[in-house]
Each structure stands twice: as structure tokens, then as C-alpha cells.
């Protein structure tokens, strides 16, 4: 299984960024996908998680209303538009698969495959 994470780059607080995810090797209808962050000195913490079929997202209390995960089980992808960019925001972000299909979960436990990290920087 690879995931391979890309669309992080330098902004303005206030920008948007679409990050993207693209998921080989394993059935990726199956799997819940999250995206989780780690800034500089700090825990990797959860940002938002999208059920197997797309129909139940759920968001961290910091991200909801400017953060939106969707995919497209057509192009195993999934996808993390970040708008209202704060600097606070800036971290490394990581897509994860579900470790077990047809699983829900906000716990990075319950993840056994990781894309490599894409860096988001927002400047103020």
C-alpha cells in the first residue's frame, strides 16, 4: 500500500490550499481515510476523517467550518480543502488509511497506512 500525499505549499493566512491524496495497492472503497497533522514540536493530532463511502466526515474542533475532506472512490483519492488559512495551521499533513475496512475512527491507532507528509506553511 502506498499513499502518496501532495498540494502543500507557502500561503497567506486567509488563503486555501487543496492538499490530495492518491492511494494504491489496496481496495480504497473499503477504508475510512483521515488526514492528521504534526506541527514543529508538537503531537500528531487528527484533523478530519471521511467514512469508507464518503457519506460520514467528522472534524476537529480547530479545523470545522474552514476544512472540507472529501474523495473520489473512482480515483482512490482523497482530497483536504483548507480555507481561511491561519497560521496556527501549519504543520506537516499526513493521509492515513483505516487499518480495518468498514471501520470509522478518529484515533490515529486505527491507522496502519501513511502517506509520506506534505508541509503546509502559512505565514501572518
Known amino acids: 500500500v502506498q499513499l502518496q500525499a501532495s498540494g502543500g505549499g507557502l500561503v497567506q493566512a486567509g488563503d486555501s490550499l487543496r492538499l490530495s491524496c492518491a492511494a494504491t495497492g489496496l481496495t480504497f472503497g473499503r477504508y475510512s481515510m483521515a488526514w492528521f497533522r504534526q506541527a514543529p514540536g508538537k503531537a500528531r493530532e487528527f484533523v478530519a476523517v471521511?467514512?469508507?463511502?464518503?457519506?460520514?466526515?467528522n472534524y476537529a474542533d480547530s479545523v470545522k467550518g474552514r476544512f472540507t475532506i472529501s474523495r473520489d472512490n473512482a480515483k482512490n483519492t482523497v482530497y483536504l480543502q483548507m480555507n481561511s488559512l491561519k497560521p496556527e495551521d501549519a504543520a506537516v499533513y499526513y493521509c492515513?488509511?483505516?487499518?480495518?475496512?468498514?471501520?470509522?475512527?478518529?484515533?490515529?491507532?486505527?491507522?496502519?497506512?501513511w502517506g509520506q507528509g506534505t508541509l503546509v506553511t502559512v505565514s501572518s
Open positions: 492515513a488509511s483505516a487499518r480495518l475496512s468498514f471501520r470509522y475512527s478518529s484515533g490515529s491507532s486505527d491507522y496502519n497506512y
Open positions: 471521511i467514512h469508507w463511502n464518503g457519506g460520514t466526515v
